[in-house]
């Protein structure tokens, strides 16, 4: 596993927030800044990490109410703009001022809000299974288990309930597969038992409408259009629609470029083959704009 400092910022309205922060190999390459999905963490990009560790530094925050975040006081600040607002905050802290974004769903949504506040600091974008268009499907399915919180005796029967919930989303992955992904969405509590790592109000918002962006979201493909950015869709992705991600690339040009990745729902992990090729060469390209 690559090593990583943790650290720590503080929000707006008072959070103490915390990321993880993976050395680089120089100053000539810009940072990754790497935004998890709704229920995710840091942990997410823990195999991309592994991969990219000491040659590219990586900055992973757990967004508010994750993992070693703070919970809010107020469930509905559990919203994309408050998420930006804070890690407004952290770019600020570290004098970020140019960097590529890394955005798996609801990351991509906060990545899609950079590129229409401010594309000037985006060196390159991944968004990853998400675009201006969700899906109806996988928002209802999103909206099904959000905020319903499950706990289990032990690790392996945490796994074994990820792989009989998202069977359709990873047809191939093995028991070992499942444990690994149950090690960055769950924790162990103070009972010993294994619990999801999220403030279980972050599915409040949910249900009001709108409360999934709060904006349209398709202006900010002009953003992306002289930026190296990659669109990586899962093949059996129930949130971002063929069509969508096709449109994407349209929108933005000749900087766009889509991986569908095989056998794979919502979301690419970023370790899959097609996924790691995809990735590599968008870093390339933006090494080569310099």
Not at 7 to 30: I, T
Not at 41 to 53: H, K, T, V
Not at 154 to 172: C, G, I, K, M, Q
Request: proline share 5%.
């Amino acid at each position: 596993m690559s090593e990583y400092r943790d650290a720590f910022w503080w929000s707006n309205d008072g959070l103490r927030l915390h990321y993880r922060d993976y050395a680089g190999g120089g100053d000539d390459r810009p940072v990754l800044l790497c935004l998890p999905g709704l229920t995710r963490n840091a942990r997410d990009f823990e195999p991309l990490a592994d991969r990219l560790g000491g040659q590219w530094r990586l900055i992973c925050p757990d967004l508010r109410g994750r993992a070693e975040s703070a919970y809010a006081k107020d469930p509905m600040t559990y919203v994309p703009l408050t998420y930006l607002q804070d890690l407004e905050r952290l770019l600020a802290d570290l004098a970020l001022t140019r960097f590529v974004v890394v955005g798996t769903s609801l990351g991509g949504i906060i990545a899609m809000l950079m590129a229409a506040t401010r594309p000037d600091r985006l060196a390159g974008a991944i968004l990853n299974d998400v675009g201006p268009l969700i899906e109806e499907a996988g928002l209802a399915r999103i909206r099904g288990y959000v905020g319903s919180g499950s706990t289990h005796a032990t690790w392996v029967h945490a796994a074994r309930a990820l792989s009989e919930n998202n069977a359709d989303v990873y047809p191939d992955y093995t028991l070992e597969d499942w444990l690994g992904m149950a090690k960055r969405l769950y924790r162990l509590n103070s009972s010993g038992r294994v619990v999801l790592d999220y403030d279980m109000r972050i599915a409040e918002p949910l249900r009001v409408p709108g409360g999934e962006a709060g904006v349209d979201l398709w202006p900010s493909m002009a953003g992306f259009r002289n930026v190296p950015t990659l669109i990586l869709r899962g093949e059996r992705s129930d949130l971002l629609g063929a069509a969508t991600a096709d449109r994407m690339v349209r929108e933005i040009g000749a900087t766009a470029t889509l991986t569908t990745v095989s056998r794979v729902g919502h979301a690419p992990t970023l370790a899959e083959p097609q996924a790691v090729s995809a990735v590599d060469a968008l870093l390339e390209r933006v090494r080569a704009n310099g």
